[in-house]
């Protein structure tokens, strides 16, 4: 069955295929060289041009030998062979209109949910200690301060592999995904390796195990946005990208909520780090068998040539790439601060560890359920803009608001302004990524993601040093305070909120153009979906 919406035409069906115009022709060299440059980045084999492959249908049609059907049997003529298992549904027709067919395939789910796993437990791994950062002290004989920089040195290690990690997803995700899996592993037991005794931890080699983890979060935090371009049509990639990139922070959030569970002691540190451990290696063995790319790709925008790297420098000239991304990075940046940091903010005023943990996974949650809701209506209607600047003031306004919370001492405030909190930012995160992947078209979106989540955790680590900085002495009222450190996030956030509100102004509507959206509507006439 088929259901017309304007240009576009649904078949009441699970599959989903994207129908592009090309150029006509009636041989079967002509359909090769379409094929091929629909293609372009994918290895598909030449189209048979022999009389014995190739006919001509009724309509004076040439396609391309099909298994599937667009309820149109009678018209599918057999024009010419692919060499190849899974290209058997592209097709060409040829004649007053042509188009060519992309498909989606369902085995993207399997990688998509990898990436979901490794991004989980990376953050998980990053906040393990942060929950319980007073019997990580004592467990690992030094300060409350020196148990940040378990935290820290997570985020500054991404910084360090911007470069290399822009260079491997530049690829693929693939390597980038192995890669990740590799240092998760050994980082994760090189950390138990120096927490092993409950009698106490070696402090420099769980740093050194912290670090490879750290390592290995820019391969998987930077991956989304290139798996969903390669893999998801335009009706769907916001969706894979928060689906991926929020899982991050739902890691910390388990993180927050599970370990202070775990520790009730000093000495439960070296159970903790096991558990998360034996965790992160089940999540990550998987990753070795994730499909490396699609056999055709699911529309024209991912089948465009993608810049190359020294041609993507050109990205820092636009305005409105830095209209967005330095918002971006401010706000995941005290998103990273205040998540490793709240135990520390609301424990002063009277709240538990488990209280501190819950209000974590309360930011969080919320946040997932509001990026949820979302996430599917902005891919539909492509309301990129609206959203960021709905969302930047609401993330502005609950971090001034939050500044008062912990002083009231009860539970209700603290939680209800997180929650709001969790839902804008959250549902900032993927339309802020996929917004600046449209902008930046065709530079690969690797670039433009690496450099936001790697100004992200740049400025998170200096906003976790501030902090501490800030934090109060033993004599204030209440000792060790971080009220001062509250204000400052709160002052930042503010001062930010015009920057991408000057989006689309000023006669600079045509800046803002979604460049991928217009490649794909501009020649798509159908979406189904296709098994492969």
């Given amino acids: 069955m088929t259901r017309s919406i304007g240009s576009r035409t649904f078949d009441d069906d699970d599959d989903e295929v994207a129908r592009t115009p090309t150029t006509s022709?009636?041989?079967?060299?002509?359909?090769?060289?379409?094929?091929?440059?629909?293609?372009?980045?994918?290895?598909?084999?030449?189209?048979?041009?022999?009389?014995?492959?190739?006919?001509?249908?009724?309509?004076?049609?040439?396609?391309?030998?099909?298994?599937?059907?667009?309820?149109?049997?009678?018209?599918?003529?057999?024009?010419?062979?692919?060499?190849?298992?899974?290209?058997?549904?592209?097709?060409?027709?040829?004649?007053?209109?042509?188009?060519?067919?992309?498909?989606?395939?369902?085995?993207?789910?399997?990688?998509?949910?990898?990436?979901?796993?490794?991004?989980?437990?990376?953050?998980?791994?990053?906040?393990?200690?942060?929950?319980?950062?007073?019997?990580?002290?004592?467990?690992?004989?030094?300060?409350?301060?020196?148990?940040?920089?378990?935290?820290?040195?997570?985020?500054?290690?991404?910084?360090?592999?911007?470069?290399?990690v822009i260079y491997t997803l530049h690829w693929g995700p693939k390597p980038s995904v192995m890669a990740a899996a590799v240092l998760i592993l050994v980082g994760s037991w090189i950390r138990f390796a120096g927490s092993h005794a409950r009698e106490g931890g070696l402090f420099g080699v769980v740093m050194f195990g912290q670090i490879l983890i750290g390592l290995a979060q820019p391969f998987v935090l930077s991956a989304p946005t290139r798996y969903s371009d390669m893999w998801f049509t335009n009706r769907g990639r916001v969706a894979a990208t928060a689906l991926a990139s929020l899982a991050n922070p739902f890691g910390a959030a388990l993180g927050q909520l599970i370990v202070p569970f775990w520790v009730s002691g000093p000495a439960d540190i070296s159970s903790a780090v096991l558990y998360v451990a034996i965790i992160s290696s089940i999540a990550a063995i998987p990753s070795f068998f994730i499909p490396a790319s699609p056999p055709t790709p699911p529309g024209p925008s991912a089948s465009t040539p993608k810049a190359s790297l020294r041609s993507s420098l050109q990205l820092f000239r636009s305005l409105e790439i830095w209209l967005t991304m330095i918002p971006y990075a401010v706000y995941v940046g005290f998103f990273n601060s205040v998540s490793s940091l709240l135990n520390q903010i609301m424990m002063p005023y009277g709240f538990s560890s488990d209280e501190a943990g819950i209000a974590g996974a309360v930011l969080i949650v919320v946040g997932l359920v509001a990026s949820a809701a979302s996430s599917p209506v902005i891919d539909r209607t492509k309301a990129f803009l609206l959203a960021i600047k709905v969302a930047i003031p609401l993330v502005s306004l609950s971090y001034l608001v939050f500044v008062w919370m912990p002083g009231t001492r009860g539970l209700a405030g603290p939680y209800v302004v997180l929650a709001v909190l969790g839902a804008s930012s959250f549902s900032l995160v993927p339309v802020a990524l996929e917004f600046l992947c449209e902008l930046a078209h065709p530079v690969s979106p690797e670039v433009t993601s690496t450099l936001a989540w790697g100004g992200g955790q740049l400025l998170g680590g200096v906003f976790i040093i501030i902090s501490d900085a800030l934090k109060a002495g033993p004599g204030a009222n209440p000792p060790e305070n971080m009220d001062n450190a509250l204000i400052f996030t709160a002052v930042v956030a503010l001062v930010t909120v015009p920057l991408p509100m000057c989006l689309g102004l000023f006669g600079r509507r045509d800046k803002i153009a979604m460049k991928r959206v217009r490649s794909d509507e501009g020649s798509a006439s159908s979406v189904r979906a296709v098994d492969a």
């Fill in 25 to 164: 022709g009636t041989d079967g060299a002509g359909a090769g060289s379409d094929i091929r440059k629909a293609h372009d980045e994918y290895a598909l084999n030449p189209v048979a041009s022999g009389s014995s492959e190739a006919s001509h249908g009724k309509n004076g049609h040439l396609r391309l030998t099909s298994n599937s059907t667009d309820g149109n049997d009678d018209e599918v003529d057999s024009a010419a062979r692919i060499a190849g298992a899974e290209v058997e549904n592209a097709s060409i027709e040829n004649g007053d209109r042509g188009a060519v067919v992309y498909k989606v395939y369902k085995r993207r789910w399997f990688g998509l949910i990898q990436i979901t796993l490794l991004n989980i437990i990376v953050s998980w791994d990053w906040l393990t200690f942060s929950p319980v950062s007073q019997n990580a002290a004592i467990y690992y004989n030094t300060t409350e301060s020196a148990i940040n920089w378990f935290s820290t040195a997570v985020l500054f290690s991404f910084v360090v592999m911007i470069p290399v």
